[in-house]
T-cell receptor
Framework: DAEITQSPRHKITETGRQVTLACHQTWNHNNMFWYRQDLGHGLRLIHY???????NKGEVSDGYSVSRSNTEDLPLTLESAASSQTSVYFCASSVGALDTQYFGPGTRLTVL | GENVEQHPSTLSVQEGDSAVIKCTYSDSASNYFPWYKQELGKRPQLIID?????GEKKDQRIAVTLNKTAKHFSLHITETQPEDSAVYFCAASKSGYSTLTFGKGTMLLVSP
């Protein structure tokens, strides 16, 4: 069955380290998104992509980057992890505009 | 940009009662309004959505209403059951854009 996966599911890292979170979908969706979820803030958009080689900044993009070299993957990189980036990260994908976004299982990241 | 306000932040009801969650949005061009349910420790999943060419949509015990003039939309759950306990998020988007702006969520607790 087609699906969207994230890895790792849990990650503990230290301040200043570079961290990459993986997102992989097998639906062949054009659109992919990264959100962070924090208590009291809901889901906030970090970066998104409408297709290969396309990336865009979201509401809370500072300190994060993404790249889209193929349809299936949108890895999220924290260039220099900070304690404020401790959060649960969700990847999502959709066919196109105004279509259902399907979320991955999430990655819980702790920055010490 | 779009701003989505969601109320209440928490809602406690008895099993069998109805629950109503309300959202307002700021961008009059928004025309797609999905609702996501997130159970504890799980990923958000779409439960119902509405587009601006209709005023109401129903799916069994769940309904969503939209008032474009007032720029608000609501989720109605009838005959609530304990398995309805979750965090519910509203969101808004508009034609030409695949990104969603989410409300901060409502924690619904249904007591047996």
């Amino acid at each position: 069955d087609a699906e969207i996966t994230q890895s790792p599911r849990h990650k503990i890292t230290e301040t200043g380290r570079q961290v990459t979170l993986a997102c992989h979908q097998t639906w062949n969706h054009n659109n992919m998104f990264w959100y962070r979820q924090d208590l009291g803030h809901g889901l906030r958009l970090i970066h998104y992509s409408y297709g290969v080689q396309d990336t865009n900044k979201g509401e809370v993009s500072d300190g994060y980057s993404v790249s889209r070299s193929n349809t299936e993957d949108l890895p999220l990189t924290l260039e220099s992890a900070a304690s404020s980036q401790t959060s649960v990260y969700f990847c999502a994908s959709s066919v196109g505009a105004l279509d259902t976004q399907y979320f991955g299982p999430g990655t819980r990241l702790t920055v010490l | 940009g779009e701003n989505v306000e969601q109320h209440p932040s928490t809602l406690s009801v008895q099993e069998g009662d109805s629950a109503v969650i309300k959202c307002t949005y700021s961008d009059s061009a928004s025309n797609y309004f999905p609702w996501y349910k997130q159970e504890l420790g799980k990923r958000p999943q779409l439960i119902i959505d509405i587009r601006s060419n209709v005023g109401e949509k129903k799916d069994q015990r769940i309904a969503v209403t939209l008032n474009k003039t007032a720029k608000h939309f609501s989720l109605h759950i009838t005959e609530t059951q304990p398995e309805d306990s979750a965090v519910y998020f509203c969101a808004a988007s508009k034609s030409g854009y695949s990104t969603l702006t989410f409300g901060k969520g409502t924690m619904l607790l249904v007591s047996p």
